[in-house]
């Protein structure tokens, strides 16, 4: 890959002309958006209200959002001056603003991976490079809240085509690189200095660091690598007009406030993340694999106190499912079963090391200790690399097969690791109660109906995905799962996000875990960044 | 130890008076200090000007700080308002107020652990627990930059009585605690749950983890368990008259921006921390200390590239010193030297795993290559926790003897690795050039003279101590050494203050390694947090 020169001089003054410019006074939602991508067609052009809606049109949430009439439509003469400065050939615009596209062909930019959200944007700005960037970049998209699409007619500046790596500091594994570079392409790079990225999760063949940081990004490696907010050594961010560079390759600084910290998880909404600098790990030099059939999510929870104990500084992930997941990936992906018999819940366990050895006697020690106290009903362990990847697709294909066979209301909750599944249990409990659900009895079409209630997630951090499964999405299902799911989970002093952050599903939702002390805190804060209101606007924050 | 229940009500209530008052509208610099001291008489009382002095009173830095005149002198009604809610034993006060103290009572707060910045505060405030502190507190006592200690006469308040565990989550190792608890009591607490804090520090047995997280301390196992943006979960902080209470015990939480992050090293001129969620790790089952000689400092940057591939999982501290930090450390505390010849350099490395026979394995594997390799040229293990101890003790005392026994000028940079001990070969040449350093002539304790440039440090990290020792603080001396160190760290893109923060020290550099943009955006973060600017005033942030 190449290594680029950095000016920053146009960048910061298309910014500042575009905030002085009363016909940008309005929203550069600039979204990082991957193309190839089924369209489905939109009908969502000219609206002014903005229910979200599910990739079916059916009402998912019921967050209504007014437009705001401060912010100016695009015209063509924005289109020209994009156009002087990015050049005709990184700009995607409608006819109507002279262009060559119609709305449709903008679709992939406009609905987000999991087809949930569509915005309505006739542009879409595709800057090159840093020097390129003169605008109010933003991107993603493969979230999940809905943060990285148009709520209307924004326009959206995908960071994309800013996909270079900039340094490699091979002493301290300080990589530097745009925020544009997908997360697989950067660590496939890595590879060859048997260096890997601190963070990993199923999108991490679309998503770009860049979209990583902005919603402070968990995933599989979480247990042993930890947060983003202690890996990420630096960034370049474009804020309220003006550049803070930050690219340090350091471990430690201690001068003055940490701003880059501000920006991690903040969706956008504060400033544009156009570079970063990230400590890569060591590459383990040796990683095992096992998957463990159980039969209660105690069992579970006993196999991993034993895999703290065993596998300790080895253990690089530990996730779980139940059967319903187990069902869904398999049968979607047509995936091998590696068990001949079914359980009630699964694990997937990876360890890395640097001798082979002593790996494998730490994990032949977990399992022994798992079986023989019947803690494990099952177990496999991966033989080699392809039989590694079969077992993790499994786990990791579970999101695409519900999303993809039914209408899953999605929610991703940090609980207390030994309450984790009692939510699963006390939503279909209610369900049930409700007539909605009955696990027996299977789906009818044509009645909205709930046909799976199932969780999976990160068990070492807490961190459940909790999925309601509809025929299709209907106001009269909602009304049984939220806010009950949100409240269920503030009573035990949960997180109604663990690691998709807010976006613009959410903002309404902030409630049910922060106080209105620190929200207040937090609307300070975007109006010191950004008090325009012109960054990524409806999103993360109530209005 | 006891869990406290926490009420908020009054602490937040005197705190709003407080701003309103404008007798209040002064520095509530409140710090947690810890006792038993070396007292030295104060001669600072009425100052006006502050020349950051050394605690022999020679000037030691150029940084001359003007009184800001807004700020009122304390009266004998504030003290009466303060004992009405803390109560008269909770507070010190001079004789002119209506207290009992002699100004000199207060010199073990008014005077730094290194006891190199003195104040004139005639008021200390102890507040015993958060119901109870209903001021504007803030702490510490073995910071390295003055950031704790007043600059002139502004009030103290001592967190040292908030010294209570308030909740340990077993599952999670989410530890909830006040913020005056020392490091050390904590890890002690933690051990009995095989628990461990994940930072360590020379100054553990009397920093406060409130002072830790105001300071963004690094320490020893920063390397195994990295910066405390990663760990800490959750703080309380009083700021702006409200209270941020965050005290959440999940390891995920994406709703909303991460105020906490903007207190962690923030050095108390955001937010008073009252409350502390931080998460323990596993207390490693097995630790292995060993210590090596070694001819030059290449040997030890590849003594850490081999502990890398050797240890990698299971290293928790790789630090460094010198030749002159040896003799400093050995002589003054009457240690016994654990090699029969002297080296050039000298290396610990502590190891923690779960099966200590792979560890040693492990450990013997990577002295074998580096003796093979003749990268080591003597090397030591230690056989139990006492000898692990005398090791650690020798690293651990060198800043003690080195303070003792000269007046050090004393500087922490993050440096690229690779180049982290060419500053101290760079500035002992100079100073020979100079005239002022003669390594072979001893020094003379009528003239100024340098008696040694040395460096320690954490070399995981890239983070040098560097010292330049002299009989006596003198300007002739500091202008061969500033901004000459500040400038070589500078081009090398470091940092000027890589984990002691900045204080009352280093604001005027915070230029060498902060862009004037970000030095900007982080004046208004301190306006949002703090309007008043009555937060430890003067620190930090260039005036
Ligand atoms: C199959 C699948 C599996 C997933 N697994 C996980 C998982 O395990 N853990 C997890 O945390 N998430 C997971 N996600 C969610 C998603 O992948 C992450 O949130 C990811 O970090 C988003 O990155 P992106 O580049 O796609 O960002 P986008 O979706 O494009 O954007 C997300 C938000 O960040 C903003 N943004 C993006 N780029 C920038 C930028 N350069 N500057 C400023 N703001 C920006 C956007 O405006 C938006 O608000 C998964 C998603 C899928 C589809
Ligand atoms: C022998 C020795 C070894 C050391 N080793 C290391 C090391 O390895 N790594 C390292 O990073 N540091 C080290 N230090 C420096 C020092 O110990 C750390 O900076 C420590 O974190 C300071 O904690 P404290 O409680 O003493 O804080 P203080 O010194 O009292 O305060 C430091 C700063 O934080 C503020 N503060 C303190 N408490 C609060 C609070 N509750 N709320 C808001 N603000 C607060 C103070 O106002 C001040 O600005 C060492 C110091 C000594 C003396």
């Known amino acids: 890959m190449k290594f680029k020169h950095h000016q920053h001089g146009k960048l910061q003054s298309l910014f500042a002309q575009m905030l002085k410019k009363p016909t940008q006074t309005r929203l550069f939602s600039a979204i990082i958006q991957k193309q190839g991508y089924p369209k489905t067609p939109l009908n969502t052009t000219n609206k002014q209200d903005y229910c979200l809606p599910s990739f079916r049109n059916q009402k998912r949430y019921s967050t209504t959002v007014k437009k705001n009439p401060s912010f100016k439509q695009v015209s063509v003469e ?14 995607l615009a409608t006819k109507d603003l002279g262009g060559d596209c119609e709305l449709t062909d903008l679709d992939s930019y406009n609905i987000s991976w999991i087809p949930e959200f569509h915005g309505a944007s006739k542009v879409v700005l595709l800057p090159t490079s840093a020097t390129q960037v003169t605008v109010v970049p933003q991107g993603g998209n493969s979230g999940a809240q809905g943060g990285c699409v148009p709520v209307f007619d924004e326009i959206i500046l995908c960071l994309s085509k800013m996909n270079q790596i900039r340094d490699l500091d091979h002493d301290s594994g300080a990589l530097l690189c745009d925020a544009g570079c997908i997360l697989e392409n950067l660590n496939n790079y890595l590879g060859q200095y048997n260096l890997t990225m601190p963070i990993d999760l199923g999108a991490k063949g679309s998503c770009h660091i860049g979209g ?3 919603t402070n990004a968990g995933g599989v490696r979480y247990l042993k690598y930890g947060s983003l907010h202690g890996s990420v050594l630096g960034l370049e961010v474009l804020s309220d007009g003006t550049i803070i560079n930050n690219m340090s390759k350091l471990r430690k600084d201690s001068t003055g406030y940490d701003l880059k910290q501000i920006f991690i ?8 993340v156009t570079g970063v600098s990230i400590l890569a790990v060591q590459k383990p030099a040796f990683v095992n694999v096992a998957m463990l059939g159980l039969n209660s999510f105690d069992d579970v929870l006993k196999a991993f106190k034993y895999s703290k104990n065993h596998l300790s500084e ?3 992930a530990f996730e779980f499912w139940d059967a319903d997941c187990m069902k869904s990936s398999l049968s979607f992906h047509k995936f091998q079963n590696p068990f001949s018999q079914n359980y009630s819940f699964y694990v997937l366990i990876e360890t890395g090391g640097s001798n082979s050895h002593h790996d494998e006697q730490k994990l032949y020690k977990f399992l022994d200790e798992a079986m023989t106290k019947g803690v494990a009903a099952n177990g496999v362990i991966a033989q080699d ?3 590694q990847k079969k077992l993790w697709n499994i786990r990791e294909g579970i999101i695409e097969s519900l999303v993809k066979t039914g209408s899953p209301y999605k929610y991703d909750l940090s609980i207390p690791i030994g309450k984790l599944y009692d939510i699963v249990n006390d939503v279909k409990e209610r369900l049930v109660n409700a007539g909605v659900y009955n696990e027996k009895v299977s789906s009818n079409e044509h009645k909205p109906l709930i046909t799976s209630v199932n969780g999976f997630g990160h068990i070492g951090d807490g961190n459940l995905h909790l999925n309601v499964v509809a025929n299709k999405f209907d106001k009269s299902l909602s009304q049984h799962i939220e806010p009950y799911v949100f409240e269920w989970t503030s009573k035990v002093h949960g997180s109604v996000s663990a690691e998709h952050g807010i976006g613009i599903a959410k903002p309404n939702c902030l409630k049910y875990t922060k106080s209105p002390e620190m929200i207040d805190m937090m609307k300070k804060i975007k109006k010191t960044f950004d008090p325009n209101g012109i960054l990524n606007p409806y999103k993360v924050l109530p209005q």
């Open 265 to 272: 998880g903040a969706e956008g909404t504060l400033g544009i």
């Open 212 to 214: 990583n940081i902005s």
């Open 314 to 316: 080895i253990l690089l």
């Open 78 to 91: 924005d289109i020209s001056f994009f156009e002087s400065v990015l050049g005709k050939q990184n700009i």
């Open 385 to 387: 690399f392809t039989q």
